[in-house]
């Protein structure tokens, strides 16, 4: 099985206004869902989704790495208490920033639970990434 899903964009911002925006948490919970978040090393996380047919889903894990334009942080979905993690990385282009996400260990959930989350993560880390882009588009202004 992929044990790593990996996702790459360029975007028409300064790096730094890219970093913003994955990094504070009034901007995360703008783009993707309400987030209480700080890129510290050591910092407790949890982003909240809000209310659906389905219930609410909580994501929480522990910021490890948060240096200019490296972001890694665990992530475990509910209380399912399955560890994976979540990779950022920004490079400052000619024409903005190249941003790379990667999602990894998804082969620590158990059996067929890991290709099914493999699957939920691929396309819900698609949808952050169009967020992401629009978000930068209209709230930001800057391309």
Known sequence: ??????????????????????TKAEEISTWFIPADFKAEPGYQYTFTSPPNEKG??????????????VLI??????DTKVETTVKWELEATQNGTKLTLEHSNIS????????????????????????????LKQEVNAG
């Open 56 to 69: 609410c889903t909580i994501i929480s894990g522990e910021v490890k790495k948060a240096n200019p334009y």
């Open 73 to 78: 942080y665990t992530w475990i979905v509910g």
């Open 1 to 22: 099985m992929n044990d790593v899903i990996k996702k790459e964009t360029m975007l028409n911002h300064n790096i730094d206004v890219v970093w913003n925006a994955i």
């Open 108 to 135: 620590n959930y158990p059996g067929e639970t890991a290709i099914a989350m493999f699957e939920s993560f691929n396309g819900g880390w698609d949808n952050c990434m169009s967020g992401l882009t629009t978000y």
